[in-house]
Each structure stands twice: as structure tokens, then as C-alpha cells.
């Protein structure tokens, strides 16, 4: 493995990091079953708001990238799209089982902080079946595996290799 040097400053330079689908096969091909799996019956607009939001909250740019440009692929507007952030401010551009899910995205990244509120829960639960909650903790869950092992190994926006 080679290194670069770091100056102060210089976002460029990045030290050299691990390939983690190379170094570990079955963890990844583990890791993409769990997202394959988390998305199923639920709205592909909804799986890309809730992980550009969870994106946002970790601060990764790698995954940013890829789900927004996915999402508008999909149709997604650029409006909602630069709305996510500040979705609490601007309630109006999502629906309410939306605004529940950015929620529980929202609880379930920070779970440090303050754990999972029960009206944050109840929310969500009001807007989704208990299977469909079930796939949406998952899909939260695994995006932000995905934003750690991004974060962890490096990874800049902008070079997604699908």
C-alpha cells in the first residue's frame, strides 16, 4: 500500500486506502444482499431521500453523489433534491409518510444522540405497515454502513464504479 503526503489545507491528497469489496469478498457481496433486500416494496423515490438524507447527516460526499445523481435519474427534481437538507424547514416538498420516514432516517443515523424517540417512531408507524417499517429500518441501516465504509476507506465523490 502507498501513502501521499498530506499537506495542511490540500483536500486532494488522500492517503491511499483499502479496496474493501477486494479485501473482503463475502462482507460486501453480504453487504449489497442487505441493500438489495432492505429496498424490496419500497418506493424507489422514498429509498433515494432517505439515503441522500442519511448522507447528509454523515457528512458523505461519496454517497451523496451516487444517490443523487441516481435519484435524478429517476425523476427526482432538483428542487426536492436541494430540499432534503433542510427538510424540517421545508416540510411542504415531501408528504407526510415522507417527512416520517426523513424522521426516522433522521433518529436512526443520530441514534447516539437520543436513541429513537417514541413520537418519532409513532410517526413512522402511522405512515407505514410493520412490514414496510421493517424494510425501511433496514434500508436506514444500511445506508449508513454504506456512508461508514465510504467514510472509513476514503472513497471521492464522483468516482461510483456501477
Known amino acids: ?69 441516481d435519484a435524478r435519474k429517476a425523476g427526482e427534481s432538483e428542487e426536492r433534491l436541494h430540499m432534503v437538507a433542510v427538510w424540517r424547514e421545508a416540510p411542504h416538498f415531501f408528504t407526510e409518510r415522507e417527512q416520517a420516514a426523513l424522521a426516522l432516517t433522521d433518529a436512526v443515523t443520530r441514534v447516539a444522540d437520543a436513541g429513537v424517540p417514541d413520537a418519532v417512531y409513532a410517526r413512522a408507524a402511522a405512515h407505514f405497515a410493520e412490514e414496510e417499517l421493517a424494510q425501511l429500518l433496514a434500508l436506514i441501516l444500511t445506508i449508513n454502513t454504506w456512508n461508514r465504509i465510504a467514510l472509513a476507506t476514503a472513497k471521492r465523490a464522483g468516482t461510483d464504479e456501477r
Request: include cysteine; hydrophobic fraction near 40%; charged fraction near 20%.
Open 1 to 69: 500500500m502507498t501513502t501521499t503526503e498530506i499537506k495542511p489545507n490540500d483536500r486532494t491528497a488522500t492517503p491511499a486506502r483499502l479496496n474493501f469489496a477486494k479485501a473482503a469478498p463475502k462482507v460486501f457481496r453480504a453487504v449489497i444482499g442487505l441493500d438489495a433486500a432492505a429496498r424490496e416494496g419500497l418506493d424507489p423515490t422514498l429509498v433515494e431521500l432517505v439515503q441522500i438524507r442519511s448522507s447528509h447527516l454523515n457528512h458523505c460526499a461519496y454517497c451523496l453523489h451516487m444517490h443523487t445523481t
